[in-house]
């Protein structure tokens, strides 16, 4: 089984934040990938908290040489399953609609904390995991 890391998966661990040592369990033993869009993310995320990209790049300069991948060429079928999720489920970010289906054409789980968008997703049987529980409970 592998796993594909959504954009807040990286930012808890890089920020030492509740749930990373989840996520650094998981990219210690299991194969581990991006979507590009999440690094969209991640790389907005460092520029409005430091000003400069520097530390996402930092951060996936060393993932990356532990096994990170960055997920490439999205088949037709992710897409069209990215589009299905949005319209069955609503208000989802598209980044997270688009790394969920590239994530599921793979065979792999996705590692989260945004249950405010996958609880219903993870409950219709979709392949998710939460990697601590919402935030302010």
């Known amino acids: 089984m592998g796993y594909f890391l959504d954009a807040c998966a990286l930012i808890a661990f890089a920020n030492e934040e509740e ?18 869009v999440n690094v969209y993310e991640l790389y907005k995320d460092a520029k409005k908290r430091t000003g400069s990209f520097d530390a996402a790049d930092e951060l996936l300069s060393g993932l990356m040489a532990s096994g990170l991948t960055v997920a490439d ?27 969920l289906a590239a994530c599921k054409a793979r065979g792999h789980t996705f590692l989260t904390s945004d249950h405010a ?21």
């Open 19 to 36: 749930g990373a040592d989840r996520v650094e369990a998981v990219l210690a033993s299991e194969e581990c990938a991006v979507h590009p």
């Open 73 to 99: 060429g999205d088949t037709l079928d992710a897409l069209r399953g990215a589009a299905d999720y949005k319209l069955r489920f609503g208000r989802i970010a598209i980044p997270d609609v688009i790394g």
């Open 117 to 137: 968008e996958f609880d219903a997703l993870q409950r219709a049987g979709e392949p998710i995991e939460f990697f601590r529980g919402p935030l302010g409970s």
